[in-house]
């Protein structure tokens, strides 16, 4: 059963350990469910699942883990279906067509953007099958990203999702592309936000009906 103790509560005792950068925690992801319910495997680094860091992610060509493990690691990856904090506890469920709010707890503010997508968990006893699986899903008001400001910490989105899609185990994702790294533009230019930057990805086990 899933017990919603107060998330304010739990974080305080770890909050020696907290370092940085973010997590989704509305709906809970995976790595953050023990901050709800104390009986599952504890993750303090719940904050850091940002593809094994950025010269590892850029190493690897780029790519990340689809819920922010490296790419590299054998599958089932940490945060996967059926990994290590991928323990298939659904933690909300919605109504299909409905606009929900998502809230993101940043511990340290990259600047950069928020985008969120969705997976129909094909084989809820196995990972999920790759990137190609995840959705878009736009913000209320039609946008494909929120843009973070340098002050926010504590951010409430809300997100709209498909009115053709039901499902008994859906994944939802929250990736974030940081934006406070020095590097080359497109057009040969040099600034704050361009070239590889820090990427950030929570999942979530979600129902739609």
Known sequence: MFVKFCFYV????VVKEVLGHGM???PPN???LWRFNLSLVFNYDDNQNYCGGLSVQTGNGGNCGVCGDSYTDPHPQDNENTGKYGVGIVVETYQAGSVIEVRINLTANHIGQFSYSLCVLENPD???SGED???PLSLEDGSSHYNVAKDEFDIFNRVQLPADVKCERCVLRWHYRAGNNWG???????AT???PQETFRSCADVAIV
Not at 10 to 13: D, F, I, M
Not at 184 to 190: E, H, I, L
Request: charged residues 20%; glycine residues 16%; negative net charge.
């Open 30 to 32: 995976r790595s953050s």
């Open 10 to 13: 739990l974080s305080a005792v």
């Open 24 to 26: 989704m925690m509305k």
């Open 184 to 190: 080359q533009c497109d057009d040969g230019s040099y």
């Open 193 to 195: 936000g361009c070239g």
């Open 133 to 135: 699986c995840f959705m």
């Open 126 to 128: 196995g990972p999920e």
